[in-house]
């Protein structure tokens, strides 16, 4: 691989990991702009860890499996429990989402890169107003 084609697939990845975060830090969420977008550019770097050996004969879903497993004991930390109550869970996921296209931008995959980051955009921000019309109509069918 060619330094030039590391350093797009990091600089794709960091791209990625700061749009998602600069939408959760705008929204005031723990984990924000520099959360995501490391977990991002180091999800990248472990996927190239990962193509330099795959080039030496090693087996290439070693490290990406562990990729996942790792990013879910981040995420699990960010989730709180409160009187019954549960938080987190979203920035959870995002924090997992934010791993999985640092790994798409380490393996060169960079227009599916780009899809998945405005998706996960999508997600936090449309549905985000469903979810408040969904609360607002279970408070009113309380109310009855």
């Known amino acids: 691989?060619?330094?030039?084609?590391?350093?797009?697939?990091?600089?794709?990845?960091?791209?990625?990991?700061?749009?998602?975060?600069?939408?959760?830090?705008?929204?005031?969420?723990?984990?924000?702009?520099?959360?995501?977008?490391?977990?991002?550019?180091?999800?990248?770097?472990?996927?190239?860890?990962?193509?330099?050996?795959?080039?030496?004969?090693?087996?290439?879903?070693?490290?990406i499996a562990q990729i996942v497993t790792g990013v879910g004991f981040l995420g699990a930390g960010v989730i709180l429990h409160d009187h019954g109550s549960i938080h987190g869970l979203t920035t959870a996921a995002t924090i997992w989402c934010s791993a999985a296209l640092g790994s798409l931008a380490g393996l060169g995959y960079y227009r599916e890169t780009a899809i998945c980051t405005v998706l996960v955009l999508i997600v936090n921000i449309a549905f985000k107003k469903a979810d408040l019309w969904f609360d607002s109509e279970k408070k009113k069918n309380e109310g009855k």
């Open 1 to 63: 691989m060619e330094i030039t084609d590391f350093i797009i697939r990091l600089l794709v990845a960091t791209a990625a990991g700061g749009v998602v975060g600069l939408e959760r830090q705008w929204n005031n969420k723990t984990a924000g702009l520099r959360t995501n977008t490391l977990v991002a550019i180091g999800a990248c770097i472990y996927v190239l860890i990962n193509v330099f050996l795959t080039e030496k004969g090693a087996d290439p879903t070693r490290i």
